[in-house]
């Protein structure tokens, strides 16, 4: 490690070792979708000092996102997402490779090549957003690297992750093999894998509001609180996927933190 690098990230020793540091330095994560949970998992993976990132997002800021998205600010409404944050984690680790992108993952070609040279991706693309899902899912594992989403739940969050070689997101949502994602009635996704644990807080009506907000209907309500510890979580776990510090719980395991229910939960999707 040069002297920039560990001057920055001295603090960082002591938790994990030179060597660790320095593995965060030479690893590669793809992120895709930079709104709430995206943009603070990609400044918290820079202060992790991961030194090259992927991030994408064709969406702008909007005034709605100021209540909990990185980069969000009166004086940046309407300018791409993935440009905004762009420049502000760029000023927290000059030296690291940032690979900016203002398109999304449309196709199978789009996936594969967002995936390329990486070792891990993160999908943080609007909910709802199966068919796209899928793709970068799919590539993922023809690239041979785990796959994670991590989402907000009111003031909680959870984080599911998927080995290369385990569980695919179409088993995991139940859904046909090799479905063909152009039949949007076979995309339907099952309560249990969107939400596996209600909290307490959640209206009766959860169920409904979900199917609402999967045929975008209404907007998902969502806090800086869930988002923060959603990205947490994520940053979390792509550090062990990268380091291996410990087991890694993999899908149809996943992990659920709610801070208002007081909730740890490491469950299995049924």
Known sequence: M????????????????????????????????MGGVGGLLAERLIRLGVGQLKIADPGAFEESNLNRQFGSSILNLGQNKAEVVFRQIKDINPQAQIHCSDTGITTEKDASLFVSDCDLVIDEMDFGLFKESIRLQRAARDRGIHYLFASA???????????????????YNKLPPNVDLNDTERLSVPFESILPVMPSYAPADTADI????????????TTSIGVGLASILAANEAMNVILRKRDIAKAPQYTYIDLLDRQFIVGTIP
């Open 210 to 221: 979900i199917q609402k907000i999967i045929a975008e209907e209404t907007a998902a309500p």
């Open 153 to 171: 739940i009111g003031f909680g969050a959870i984080v599911v992750i998927f080995d290369p070689q385990g569980l695919t997101l179409e088993e």
């Open 2 to 33: 040069d002297n920039l690098y560990k001057a920055i990230f001295s603090r960082n020793i002591g938790l994990f070792t030179e060597s660790e540091q320095d593995k965060l330095r030479r690893s590669t994560v793809a992120i895709a979708g």
